[in-house]
Structure formats: C-alpha cells, structure tokens
C-alpha cells in the first residue's frame, strides 16, 4: 500500500473537530463516578496518619454496628498477592504491619452508601506504633538500601576534559512537587458477576496496567478479568500507575462482597495518596572551549522517589538520557539516583523526569553564555544536535530534526535581537526574555522497549459503519479524534463512519500504557496495520465498480473521470462480495541498541523538539512574577490535527509555567500542608500568557503519515525561559522551582 | 452529622424560637465557612440556623453620621451599592479581592467576622474604615469595636446565641486604598493585605487609619504608625520613615502560604504604595 502523496491527504492535517466534543460539552459523557450498578456498594480507604507506622491493631466493633456497615477489608483478606506489579513490585496494594507513608492504604470500608462510608471510616480505630522516618533525600541516599535505581552515561571523558575548558560553570538546582490536578479524581468500580468474572470500571491512562493489578490481587486469570476504561477526565500521568491501586481495591471489594463496589477518591485523598511529579536536585556542570564550544558535560540527578519505587526508575531513565540537553557534546558523565523518603510515592508526570533537569541544565547554558559573552541563543545554535550528530548517549540523528528553524523562528517572532528595548509597565517593574531549548524521546524508549507495541482492531459493519478499537486511551488529549483521522485517511473513510472507543481489555491486545506521547505512533501505526488489508479490498472493488484503472480516492469518495461512488456503496459491494471486512493490526516499535552499563546507544526511536521564549515582568518590590507571553516552535512530525495540536501546546505551556511560578506543595515532617485547591495554587485562566505557537513539521519516515509525538513536549522546558527571562529582566539567578516571589526578592537580597 | 436546621425570617421570630433548638446550635448565612469547616469535621453541631433572609440583616442604610451595613448583606452587593462606594470606599474596593464571584455572591461581612481569621478580607476594610459592630443576643444590643470581637485566630468574644446584626461605620472625609498580596493574579487568601483610610490635605495627613492581615493573631491596626503619620507631610523621607515602623508593628508568622520576612516587607511595600497613591 501506498500512503498517498502528502499533498492529497483529505482527513490527516486537519482541524476536524473532536468527535468526543459534543458528549462532553453537553455533560453527557460518561464519567467514572456516573455509572450506576443495581445494588452498588460504596468502599473507602482507610489511611495512615503518620509518615512511618507500625500497625498494631485494627478495631472496627464500633463501626460493624451500625446496619450499613458491609465489610472491613485488610491485607490479610487479599486472595491473591499483595504485591502491586508496577516495576519493583514494592508497593503493597494495602500496607502489612508497617505503612511507610502518611495517607497509605491501610484498609478498605465498605458499606452500603457514600455517606456511610465515610461516617464509619472514622470510628474504626486503628492502632498504630510511630517510626523513624526519613524525609530528605540527602540524608537517605547515603544508605544503599534507600536508593531504588541508579544510572550512569559515560562518553568520552569528562573529568578530563573539564580541566581543560576555558570556561566552567557549576550550579545546584532544585525543584519541588507538582500535582496532576485531572478535574476528575481517581475513581473506579468493581463489579464481580455470578458467573465468576470481574469487571472493573477504571479512570485510567493504562487499562492494561489495571489490568495486572486487578489479576494480581483477586488470583483471577486474565481471561476472567476485564477493565472497560471509563470517559477520563484528564491524566496528565497522573492515571498512568495509581488508578491500578484504586482500581484493584475496588475489584478486590467487589471479590470478597459479591456486590459491585464504588471508590471515589475525594480532592485531599487524591492529593495526599496519589502520585505526583518527582521533587527534584541537580548539579550540573558545563564546560566549554575558548570559541564557545560545548566540551564537557557533568551531571548529578537525584529525585525524591518518595515511599516505594513506583515508576521512579523509568521517570529517572527518561531523565537521565536527557540531562545533558539537546546538544553535541563529546564528554559526558551523568550519574542518577531515585531515593527513598517516607512521603507520597511520586510517579508519571508529563515530561516524565525530564522538566526537571531540563530547568537545571537550561538555566546554566544560559549563564555559561553569559559567562562567555555570547548570546544565550547564538551559544545554542553553535552546540545543538542536528542531523548526523551524536546525543550524549551516542545516538545519531539520522532523520526528522528541525531544532535549528525552531530556535530562529522564536528568535525571529519574539524580536529577541531587539529585547534590550523591551518596556516595562511601570518603575517597580523590569521585563526581560529568556530562552529555552528541549528534545523528547518518542515513546518508551529502550528502558520500556519490552512494553513498546499496540493492536487495532477494524470492523467495517454492512452498513458501511466503522468499529475501531485500540489499546490506547482518550484522556483529554484527543486520541480518539486524531486515531479516527488516521483511520479515515487509510480507508478513505469519512469520519462520521467511524466510531472508536474507550479501551476494553477484552477486545484489544496489551497496547502498554498510554503515555509517552506514544499513542499517535503506536496506536495510529497499528490502525495502518489493520486498515492496510481492507484498504486493498475496498481500493480493488471500487476500481472495478468503476470500471477503470486509475481513480482518485478521495473525501470518502472513489472517483474515475465523471464517474463518482461513495464509500458506503463500495462497502455494501464488498460485503456482497463476501470479502472480510474485519481486520487486526499490530505494531512494534523500532529496535533501540541503548546499553544500561555505560548509557550508550540508541535510546529512542526518535525524538521531537521544542524552542521556547518566556517574555516575563517581575514586580521588583513584591517579587512577583508575570509571565507576559511564551513564544514556542515545535517539531512533532506530521501534525495530524492542527487545531487539536495547538490545544496540546497551550495546555502544555500553561501547565509547564504553573508548576515553574506557582505550584508549591508543601510537606512538613511528611505530611502535607496544602492538600487542596484553597492553598495549592495553580494557574487560573487569569494567568494564561499570551501564546504564539509554530509547528515545522519534519517528516518521521516511521510515523504515521511521518508523525512523531507530542503530548509532553510543551511542558519541558518552560521553566527554563522562564528562569532566564527573570534574569534577562532583573538580573537574579533562580535555583528553584516554583519561582514564589518570596524566592526572588530573598535572591535579591530584599529580605 | 446535622440533625436539624432551621429558617426565620425575622429577627423577632428567631428570638421566639431560639431557645427550643437543640443545644448545639450555629448560625448559619452564606455558609461559605461552616461548608468547609462540616466537611473537615471541625464543627460539633446539632443545629444549623438559617438567617440568610432576616431582612434586617440585608440593610444598607446611610444615617447621619454613620452608615449601617447589615451583617448578611452579600459581598458582591456592595459593588453595587452607591453609598458604600461613596461612604465606605474600602469596603467597594476590597470586594474584587475578595473570594471568587461565585463566593462573593453567597458570603456576607458577618460571617467573615464571625468566622475570625487573621486573613479575613472583610474585616480589613471594616477595621480601617474604624467600623463598630453591634451585636444582638435575644433582642439586647451591645456595641463593640471590632477588636474586641475578634480577639484571636478563629476566636470571638461573640457569646452564645449572639448575633452579629450589623456593622456601624462612620461617614468621614476620607480616601481609600486596599491592597492584598496573593499568589497568583486572582483567587488567593492573602499572604499579606493592608488597607489605608487617610484624609489628606495638600500632602499632609489629617487623620489616617490603617489596618493590616495576615500579619498577626488577628487583622490589626497600625496605631503606632498612624500616630507617626498623623499631622506629617507625605514625603519620601516620611514615607521611609512609616515604612520602617509598621515592619515593626507587625508580627507574622511563617506557614505554607508565605514566610514572616516576606509578609513584613510586602507591609511595608504596600504601605509605601498606598501613601504615594493617596498623596
């Protein structure tokens, strides 16, 4: 099959509109909490109160008197293994003898209604022994025990080199929690039938993750077990690992009561139980020659893991490939470590490890520039990756970079050149630009290769009406509409033919996880795969409807000369015809060769780029901090949906510049201060910068339709330009994520 | 768990029936504070009495000397109403800062009293315009300065059953500033908030008050630094003088929101704001 020249593609390109967008702006989607099950029970958990606990005793005599009261569920009425399968498998679906941070998972309640639940959860008394407990990650991390993973990437020689290079900068950073704040709250119902099957209804990214979880807990076979994705209201990682914990206490629940069970997570359990994006330190070292010349790079990364491992040791991984930024660099050396605290364990977040490095080693090339005397944009072009060179890991960028054009284009539209000129709005303000450069790995990587395929399945009814399902999720950001655009194109198919689903672990083999920026790749390679057959059928049958040779398909219309038919009435020849019109597609990504002994090789399949400019105002009096606009130019490949795509970005820097100014969990002696919207401030639509976006599209040979990912992407490295602006406009050097104005006027030397 | 709750519309029937309801008793007007503290658990009650339609808790009244604001009457009304933009001109401009629109259109003054925090936007305004509160307990006044109502955080002096009716706020020659740092550029409880009523003749001050949140136990006045300004000319030099004085005055402390060094010094920032902008 031939996917048809680029310039005749009637669905991939454009802004469609969501096919998901009706149901949702007219409240009728489907959410996890919306679903009503005859005699459903309501469960929930049962949590520690301390950041380290022995258990001593479990009382619950109080609550089983009241007649609402259904059943108290502890570790030890776990049929199967109380081992949740993430990576290390360390983490207990609910804590045995000792909890290891505050808000652990000590029981379930169950009882007839919400309200009971949470009325009887309280008089259950718990008896609980008060631990030791380490909270500080420098502390932890000079036990061995407390390290989860470790990495390391050796090229070249950089201890050496280091001593060579005119110019050498050396800075510490650090960055704090940021939380997913999905407008939909983890939740998640369990609905065990007569016939001994499970069926479990699940907020998620990661249907195939509940999935194990679910298997794990209750012993149940696969087969017996199915997980129906349920309309999610965001993700943002948030629902890539954790809804397989709530999702296994509720189908647990639903096991040992034979009734369906409801869990519901509230704002503060969310907050303080769910996973959030690693706290973060960093030193980074850059070395250059006297022509400005990138010679060395020496990093030390370490993330607050929190209590178990979780997905700590890939969020490191993604991290570590990239800590030395998108440059060529011939000597590096990173070392990295994801520790132990007694706090929440942290987990996926967009960008997935790498924001946090990226503000650290964003902000020093800005200031080696300076070191230097050379423009901060200037000293990028001379060291950035281009084609043909080299990453830290060594891997050779062989096709689809346009680092280079994103970097002139916000060079350009900002006026850069001319920022000295910039005016502030008033005396107490100064204005400044800073700059900031990302590359992302699309996909999981050589780490995750192992999870790295997907499966569609096609279905085309006699009426002409498609049935796709895919292993991947909608979660806010557009799956469905991009994989039905992609759908559309193979089979010149109109859109409205088309119906795609939330995932049912029952119709579609194990795609992984839908994270990654991963799905438009995986799961729209995969739909070619499927469509690829039924393209050839319906191709074949239209041209002999025709009677031609040659025809145009186009639109969802075959078209040979004056001669037009639609797609309907070539399916309704097809089936008449009895050709199959069913198909099952497959995709495996590309091989990676990355070697975890010295971090070398090829990590990624390939990698989209990004250029940023942050133009800022800070209050010099207050501190306060006004991001005015952010200037952002992306490479993702083909963009498959425009106007969809522009929605990733806008959402994507508005959440990257919150977490960079406002975001600040605070965790004193493991419990946290501000679990909820009244003091954890994010950003408001009041805040949204102004934007100005660009796309250069660099065909991904790989891709489908040559696209790559994009997801995560405009989170990266907003913090970075941020940073520099501030510096651009007041000259104070930032160490720290968020940039509250009590940091700046303290860098200031105001207080 | 609430058991009971009750609605008067009036004030003579609430002092009928007050003393049939259960014992735990709280009133309750937008409800924009109790909401939260039931759902913490925090509050032990029996019985929620509904005042939200007393009318007359919903007054606005100008009077000779002073202008009377009824305890219930909503936030968001007093951006509408012409003699609190004219008479009470902190209490006008407070209301953009305070809460959301969806709060500002349920809460009332009242409550934001009654509820005694030291970051109470309400009672910033009210304190500075030197408002008086006039408290009612089964039909017999009593008026209080708002100090010795709200004597500590999350404490009043307001006895049981007691009613705060209204609020007095004296008619005098003056302007107004209302300043409230927050963490991001709306929604925020205030990390320090000031508000300065002066009234100022060719560039010296004829009679100045000042109060401040977030900065101590309780929303406070300045008194030391309205005595320094108080018959000065505002210059640079008395400006840097008041700034240095109210930093002393105050005594915040640290907590997730913000840290004392950075409330002191956003007082004092303010302060230099608000006198360079009434001058």
């Known amino acids: ?751 | 768990m609430i058991m009971k709750a009750e609605k008067f519309y009036s004030l003579s029937d609430l002092w009928k029936n007050i003393k049939k309801l259960p014992q735990k008793r709280k009133y309750i007007c937008g409800g924009t504070d109790i909401a939260v503290s039931l759902k913490y658990g925090s509050l032990d009650i029996d019985c929620l009495i509904d005042i939200s339609d007393v009318k007359e808790l919903s007054l606005i009244k100008k009077e000779k000397n002073h202008v009377f604001i009824g305890a219930g009457v909503k936030i968001s009304e007093f951006e509408k109403n012409e003699i609190i933009k004219k008479c009470v001109p902190a209490l006008y401009k407070s209301v953009r800062y305070y809460a959301s629109p969806t709060i500002r259109n349920i809460a009332t003054l009242g409550g934001n009293l009654a509820n005694a925090s030291p970051c109470a936007d309400g009672v910033l305004a009210l304190l500075a315009s030197r408002a008086k509160v006039i408290l009612n307990l089964y039909g017999k006044k009593r008026v209080l300065e708002i100090k010795d109502v709200f004597i500590g955080p999350k404490k009043t002096s307001i006895k049981k059953d007691e009613l705060i009716e209204g609020f007095l706020v004296p008619i005098w020659s003056h302007k107004s500033v209302f300043l409230k740092s927050i963490p991001r550029k709306i929604f925020g409880i205030s990390k320090a908030g000031l508000c300065v009523c002066a009234d100022i003749k060719n560039g010296s001050v004829r009679d100045i008050s000042i109060s401040a949140s977030s900065v101590g136990p309780v929303v406070l006045r300045c008194l030391k630094t309205e005595t320094f300004l108080k018959g000065k000319e505002i210059n640079d030099k008395t400006v840097e003088e008041s700034y240095k004085i109210i930093k002393t005055e105050v005594s915040p402390i640290n907590d997730h929101r913000s840290v004392a060094e950075y409330r002191k010094e956003i007082i004092g920032v303010f302060l230099k704001r608000a006198l360079s902008s009434l001058k």
């Open chain 1, 1 to 751: 099959m031939s996917r048809k020249k680029e310039n005749k593609l009637s669905f991939v390109g454009k802004g469609i509109e969501r096919v998901d967008a009706d149901i949702k702006l007219e409240g009728k989607a489907l959410y996890g909490d919306d679903l009503d099950f005859a005699k459903m029970l309501y469960g929930v958990c049962l949590r520690s109160p301390y950041p380290k606990a022995r258990i001593k005793k479990i009382d619950f005599s109080e609550a089983q008197k009241d007649p609402d009261f259904v059943k108290l569920i502890t570790a030890k009425d776990i049929p199967g293994s109380n081992k949740w399968p993430v990576v290390n498998d360390d983490y207990p679906f609910l804590a045995w003898d000792i909890a290891e941070f505050h808000s652990q998972a000590v029981a379930i309640l169950v009882a007839k209604n919400r309200f009971k639940a949470n009325e009887l959860s309280k008089k259950v008394k718990i008896e609980y022994e008060e631990l030791d407990f380490i909270d500080d990650i420098h502390k932890s991390i000079t036990k061995k025990e407390n390290i989860f993973s470790s990495y390391v990437i050796k090229k070249g020689d950089a201890f050496n080199e280091i001593k060579k290079c005119k110019y050498v900068i050396e800075k510490e950073f650090t960055t704090n929690y940021q939380v997913h704040c999905y407008l939909e709250p983890q939740v998640a119902t369990g609905v065990f039938a007569t016939d001994g099957t499970l069926a479990v209804y699940s907020s998620t990214q990661c249907p195939f993750y509940v999935l194990d979880a679910v298997c794990a807990i209750t012993g149940l076979s696969s087969n017996k077990v199915k997980i129906i994705q349920t309309v999610t209201g965001g993700g943002f990682g948030g629902k890539e690992d954790v809804p397989a914990l709530v999702g296994a206490h509720a189908a647990l629940a639903s096991f040992i009561t034979k009734s369906p069970v409801r869990i519901c997570y509230d704002r503060e359990e969310d907050f303080r139980s769910m996973s959030k994006r690693h706290p973060s330190y960093s030193k980074v070292t850059y070395g250059a020659d006297e022509n400005g010349k990138l010679k060395c790079c020496i990093v030390k990364y370490i993330l607050d893991a929190g209590a178990y491992s979780t997905l700590s040791p890939i969020v490191l991984w993604r991290g570590t490939v990239h800590a030395a930024g998108p440059y060529s660099i011939d000597n590096v050396y990173v070392e990295s470590y994801a520790v132990k605290t007694n706090k929440v364990p942290c987990g996926a977040f967009r960008g997935f490890g790498q924001p946090q490095i990226s503000f650290a080693q964003e902000s020093l090339i800005d200031d080696l520039a300076e070191k230097i005397g050379m423009d901060p944009i200037d000293f990028r072009l001379k060291n950035i990756i281009d084609k043909n060179k080299l990453t830290s890991t060594s891997q050779k960028i062989k096709d689809s970079i346009g680092l280079k054009e994103l970097i002139e284009i916000v060079r350009k539209k900002s006026d850069w050149d001319k920022r000295k000129n910039l005016k502030p709005s008033a005396n107490n303000k100064r204005r400044g630009l800073g700059c900031s450069i990302a590359y992302y790995g699309v996909g999981l990587g050589a780490k995750g290769r192992y999870l790295d395929r997907a499966g569609a399945y096609i279905n085309i009814y006699r009426d002409a009406t498609v049935n796709i399902t895919v292993g991947n999720t909608e979660m806010g950001q557009g799956a469905l509409t991009v994989l039905t655009q992609i759908a559309a194109e193979t089979l010149n198919c109109p859109i409205n033919n088309i119906k795609l689903d939330e995932v049912d672990t029952s119709k579609v083999p194990d795609s992984g996880p839908t994270v990654a920026s991963r799905t438009t790749v995986m799961s729209g390679n995969a739909i070619i795969e499927a469509a690829k057959p039924l393209r050839e059928r319906i191709f074949k049958t239209a041209l002999k409807m025709l009677g031609s040779k040659d025809m145009i398909a186009k639109d969802g219309y075959f078209i040979s000369g004056s001669k037009k038919i639609f797609f309907n009435e070539v399916i309704k020849q097809c089936w008449a015809e009895r050709l199959k019109m069913s198909e099952q597609g497959w995709y495996v990504s590309p091989p990676t060769t990355y070697d975890l002994k010295d971090g070398k090789g090829d990590a990624y399949i390939v990698y989209s780029y990004s250029a940023n400019i942050a133009d800022v105002e800070v209050d010099i009096e207050t501190g306060f901090l006004e991001v005015k606009k952010i200037y952002s130019a992306f490479d993702v490949g083909k963009v498959v949906n425009p106007v969809l795509a522009l929605g990733q970005a806008h959402g994507g820097i508005l959440q990257g510049m919150s977490w960079a100014v406002y975001e600040n969990l605070v965790i004193e002696k493991g419990v946290m201060k501000n679990p909820g919207f009244t003091d954890y401030i994010v950003a408001t639509s009041c805040d949204i910068p102004e934007y100005d976006v660009s796309f250069v599209e660099k065909d991904y040979s790989e891709g489908p339709y040559k696209a790559k990912g994009m997801g995560e992407l405009p989170l990266i490295a907003v913090a970075g330009a941020v940073r520099n602006a501030v510096k651009n406009a007041c000259g104070v050097e930032m160490d720290s994520v968020p940039m509250i104005p009590e940091k700046i006027l303290k860098k200031m030397g105001r207080i």
